[in-house]
């Protein structure tokens, strides 16, 4: 038998809300004119006792409209009670990686636990698995890696997926990142093939990467079946996919993807509360930063390479490289190299850091010379958050965030020259990077925060438990 869900809000109710002109909102195109939902636990309004059965109804057609899904309020709303806990829908997580969700999707997750959901986080746990118990989501660890399974391990990881989903009987599934997107997409269609109550999705594409753009040899011949692998998974009546950047959009629409079915959400959010913005760090060598994994395709080499030509023309400028290295991805830059880099005069390799913070502290310049669609690269909130300006490569989702002449300067992609030019003009110019930095973090605060993130995520949670047939098309309504 269905699980009963929320019996204390047993109300669907039209968007008759007021909304706020500041607040984040995400505009909606339905045929059928949905209503609204609130996932507020007071009864005000929300998923009414037997959500489950009216997923089963088919909505009479209506006329096409125009639907503003309102804010979740507010994202600091306490939790139900335990003895609540069973009627609550709910949701699983699943990620990678437990570092990855405790950065990329914790602030999500944890306004999804607000707004009365369960959640339960599925990924590969390593050192973080405390911290997610301690928010109270329940834990279930999956023995897989991002990378380099292999066709027996794909085949293991799917086969606990299913298993996990099963046993779970989600009301959402919400994968973060392609590789989740891919298994649980079909763990998804394996268990719930021919089940009425098959859980919404929520996939989210944080960038499509080298697996859409490499141009080696292997890569185009992977790309046809990640295609079609892609198109499988996300098709359906039930899901949404989310991307973080228009260009990711295009490219899924282009797949065959329902563009309706394609939300727009950019990036993962910062904590403005934590990052603040910092002084311009003394001292007569200006300091720029890369912080990110050791990857090739982050560019790391061309960075090195801009700071070596820029210091033989006698500039006192150095380099931090901040990040480790990434023994699951083929592009990681071995140990050797890097220690290497650091022994260089001007160029230093901090490792893992446990507060980037530090990072920005002592450098004026953030860098990100990334050769591959990034989604909206959280190295570049953060460091705008903190005022700083931004060098960028011109690839998909850093241009989301570098703005040319706003918030700091783009350069095409290997372009070691115009990197170093870009470098050198922030590099000779405090009043300017100080204009750049101010105006990353406004930007930052009207667009990137944890906050709305959080509450556009949400707004799709409870669009995905509208009843069949009520799926209007998401599109962010600015920024």
């Known amino acids: ?165 099963r046993n779970e009987r989600p009301d959402i599934v919400h994968h973060v990142a392609l590789k989740p997107v891919l298994f649980g997409g079909i763990a998804r269609r394996l268990v719930f093939a021919r089940s009425a109550n098959a859980p919404a999705s929520v996939d989210s594409v944080m960038g499509l990467g080298s697996g859409f753009s490499a141009t080696t040899t292997a890569a185009k011949l992977r790309r046809p079946a990640l295609n079609i692998a892609l198109r499988l998974v996300a098709s359906g009546s039930r899901g949404w996919v989310v991307v973080q950047n228009p260009e990711d959009g295009a490219a899924l629409a282009g797949l065959g993807i329902d563009a309706k079915r394609i939300a727009l959400i950019k990036g993962s959010g910062v904590d403005i509360g934590r990052f603040v913005p910092l002084p311009d760090p003394d001292g007569d060598t200006v300091a720029v930063a890369l912080v990110s994994r050791m990857l090739r395709d982050k560019g790391v080499l061309d960075a090195v390479a801009a700071i070596r030509r820029l210091r033989s023309q006698g500039l006192a400028i150095e380099l931090l490289l901040a990040g480790p290295t990434d023994p699951d991805n083929a592009n990681s830059l071995p140990m050797e190299v890097l220690r290497s880099l650091a022994a260089e005069p001007g160029i230093k390799w901090l490792g893992p850091v446990a507060d980037v913070r530090a990072v920005w502290r002592r450098a004026a310049i953030a860098v990100l010379p990334s050769t591959y669609g990034e989604g909206v690269p959280k190295t570049l ?84 438990l509208l009843p069949r047939g009520g799926f209007p098309a998401a599109r962010e309504n600015s920024g």
């Open 1 to 165: 038998m269905p699980r009963t869900l929320w019996p204390w809000a047993t109300r669907l109710r039209h968007s008759a809300s007021p909304i706020k002109p500041t607040a984040p909102v995400i505009k909606t195109r339905a045929r059928l004119d949905p209503p609204t939902l609130s996932l507020r636990p007071d009864g005000a309004g929300g998923l009414g006792a037997n959500a489950l059965k009216r997923r089963r109804s088919q909505r009479k057609a209506g006329s096409t409209s125009v639907v503003l899904l309102d804010p979740v309020s507010p994202l600091s709303a306490s939790s139900p009670s335990a003895t609540d806990a069973r009627r609550r829908p709910k949701l699983i997580f699943l990620v990678t990686e437990d570092w990855y969700f405790c950065s990329h999707r914790l602030p999500v997750a944890r306004a999804a636990r607000d707004a009365g959901f369960e959640v339960v986080v599925a990924t590969r746990v390593c050192a973080h698995g405390k911290k997610i118990r301690d928010e109270g989501f329940t834990l279930r660890p999956i023995a897989w890696r991002r990378r380099g399974d292999g066709l027996l391990g794909a085949a293991r990881a799917i086969s606990e997926i299913s298993r996990l989903y």
């Open 381 to 464: 909130l953060e460091a705008a958050a903190c005022g700083r300006p931004l060098v960028s490569a011109d690839v998909p989702g850093c241009r989301e965030v570098v703005r040319p002449g706003a918030t700091g300067i783009l350069v095409p992609p290997h372009d070691v020259g115009g990197l170093a030019e870009a470098i050198a003009a922030l590099a000779s110019d405090p009043a300017r990077r100080a204009a750049l930095g101010r105006a990353a973090r406004e930007l930052i605060e009207c667009h990137f925060t944890d906050e709305i993130v959080a509450r556009k995520t949400l707004a799709l949670y409870r669009t995905a």
